[in-house]
């Protein structure tokens, strides 16, 4: 809100995750802030849901809840995650808690990468670390049910195309545990997501 008060990612904001198919790609990948604002009272309704199920000392029924009261969730996690995500992963790997958990640090740490352009290093003066990638599950260890279940991290990458628009400065991507990003990445983008968060762009003809 106070970023928006100061006229800024009033209605979009971005962040770069890995492609979820092509090797060596990376997404700049839009988010609305409607969609944000929408998901803050869904998760007010899992709260109210859970605290009413923990007053009447219900154990029975589906502990994840039914993916059909989250759509917006799981819509958000299919967007975001830099890997398939379904309603079968949400309830076979994962749960709903420990997805929650993952899309909240993704939007958490995608505002502060957004605010400093996804290449500066206000991201570790934010959370006081001196290390090229995080782990998004590093606070919740144990939210992956096993250990063939995928997660999240977010590091310093290269790009091919965009190294010396950036001085040399490598970008902030989210990128799956299964195949961390090697090599120098190419970018995927539409022509407004870079131009909302790295300026103007004019069309050349040849």
């Not at 749960?95 to 899309?103: A, E, H, N, Q, S």
């Not at 782990?135 to 995928?150: C, K, V």
């Not at 310093?156 to 490598?170: A, N």
């Amino acid at each position: 809100m106070a970023l928006q008060r100061a006229h800024f990612c009033r209605k979009v904001f971005s962040i770069i995750r890995q492609d979820k198919t092509r090797e060596n790609v990376a997404k700049l990948q839009l988010v609305n802030i409607w969609q944000v604002e929408n998901l803050t009272r869904e998760l007010d309704f899992l709260l109210e849901w859970c605290m009413d199920r923990h007053a009447s000392n219900d154990a029975g029924d589906d502990p994840h809840l039914s993916t059909s009261a989250t759509p917006l969730i799981l819509d958000l996690c299919s967007n975001l995650f830099p890997f398939p995500f379904t309603a079968e992963s949400l309830n076979n790997d994962y749960g709903l808690v420990k997805t929650v958990r993952l899309l909240v640090h993704i939007l958490d740490l995608g505002v502060v990468c957004y605010t400093c352009a996804h290449i500066s290093n206000c991201l570790q003066d934010y959370l006081q670390i001196d290390s090229s990638a995080i782990d998004i599950l590093a606070p919740f260890e144990e939210a992956l049910i096993s250990t063939d279940s995928l997660s999240i991290t977010l590091q310093l990458c290269h790009f091919q195309c965009l190294d010396s628009f950036h001085q040399g400065k490598p970008a902030w991507v989210f990128a799956s545990t299964s195949r961390p990003p090697q090599e120098r990445l190419l970018l995927s983008a539409r022509m407004q997501a870079i131009a909302d968060i790295w300026g103007p762009l004019w069309k050349a003809k040849s």
